[in-house]
Structure formats: C-alpha cells, structure tokens
C-alpha cells in the first residue's frame, strides 16, 4: 500500500515543517491500522519541494515522520517506511534543483521502495488526493484511488480516467481495498 502524506494521511497545512503541525485527518490512523491487520505493508510516498525551497530541511521533515510514526505506534498502527522527494526543477537550494525520476508524476519512489521491499506493484495500491499521486501510481502499475480530502475534490475531474475508484478519505479508500483483497483471496481458494 502506497500512501500520499499531505492531503490524504495528515491535514495539508503547505510545507509542514514541524512535528507540532501534524493533525491527522480523522480516521486515517484506523485506516492505517487496518491495513496493518490485513497483513499489508504501508509505505508514504511523498513531494517535498519545500526542501528544495528552502522551507524545511531534511531534518525537520524527518522529525515530522518521527512524530507521525509515533502517533502511529501509540494508535496500534504503522507505517512500514517513508519514501520522498526533496527536488524541484525551480529549487532555491542547488543541490535539490534537478528533474529527477523520483518526483510524482514519476513513479520513482514506487519502484524504490518495490525494489527494496520486492513488492509485486501490479497487487499493490496507491492512495492519494492529487491527480500527480494518480499518474505515478499508474506508471507504476497499480491500482489507484483517489480520496476527497486535501486537494481531491478540486483534483477530482483532473484524475478522471486515470483513477480507478474515488473514495471520500482514506478509510473509505481501504475500504475499497479490503473488498478487492477479499475478491483476490476468494479466487485463489
């Protein structure tokens, strides 16, 4: 399971910099937990141009993560990894300006973290709110839902034809994916 960060898991607040600006959008730590019962890895697929402007460094960013997993652990849930991108082809900090394979739309980070992981994407799933969440998840082969939180709604037409299902937030969406895991095991048995 492939999980955008802003939008879809925690409240989109622009260039989040800091633990104490993490609200988690409400059901998505149960979301996130149901997953873990199903046996499925979860994996944070994030943009975070906001290193590349100078907003935030590396730290900062992974002193938010730090905060979300704990969050997380004290919920029962967990977050298996965080995959990001810190580069932007207009960065202010040089050494984050480049066009790279990793930012969404690329499917980089996908297949960075299939590799390490050595994760079949054709069985897996990319949940988002952007249309760019949409178009990695389809490079990369899996299947794509599209949530109404953060930027989903104004994305909603955007991903139309890209997406393969829409769900209100990201419970809904494993509730999707729960169906279809239930569908894929039935017809192995």
Same mark, same amino acid.
């Given at each position: 399971m492939f999980l955008d960060r802003d939008g879809t898991i925690n409240v989109d607040v622009d260039y989040l910099s800091s633990p104490e600006g993490v609200e988690f959008i409400p059901g998505s730590i149960d979301a996130i937990r149901e997953l873990n019962a199903l046996g499925v890895n979860v994996f944070v697929i994030t943009n975070q141009s906001g290193i590349a402007r100078g907003l935030l460094t590396e730290s900062d960013m992974h002193a938010v993560?730090?905060?979300?997993? @704990?969050?997380?652990? *004290?919920?029962?849930?967990?977050?298996?990894?965080?995959?990001?991108?810190?580069?932007?082809?207009?960065?202010?900090? !040089?050494?984050? *300006?480049? *066009?790279?394979?990793?930012?969404?739309? #690329?499917?980089?980070?996908?297949? !960075? #973290? @299939?590799?390490?992981? !050595?994760?079949?994407?054709?069985?897996?799933?990319?949940? &988002?709110?952007?249309?760019?969440?949409?178009?990695? &998840?389809?490079?990369?082969?899996?299947?794509?839902?599209q949530v109404c939180t953060g930027y989903g709604t104004a994305e909603r037409a955007a991903a139309e034809g890209t997406r393969d299902y829409i769900a209100d937030d990201l419970f809904g969406a494993v509730q999707i994916v729960k169906s279809i895991i239930h569908q894929r095991r039935q017809s192995y048995e």
């Open positions: 993560h730090g905060a979300m997993h @704990a969050a997380m652990q *004290r919920h029962g849930a967990r977050i298996d990894d965080f995959f990001f991108c810190p580069h932007h082809p207009d960065a202010v900090v !040089e050494q984050y *300006r480049k *066009r790279c394979a990793c930012r969404k739309p #690329a499917p980089g980070m996908l297949l !960075e #973290a @299939a590799a390490k992981y !050595e994760i079949n994407l054709q069985a897996s799933f990319m949940i &988002g709110d952007k249309f760019v969440d949409m178009q990695a &998840g389809k490079a990369a082969g899996t299947v794509c839902i």
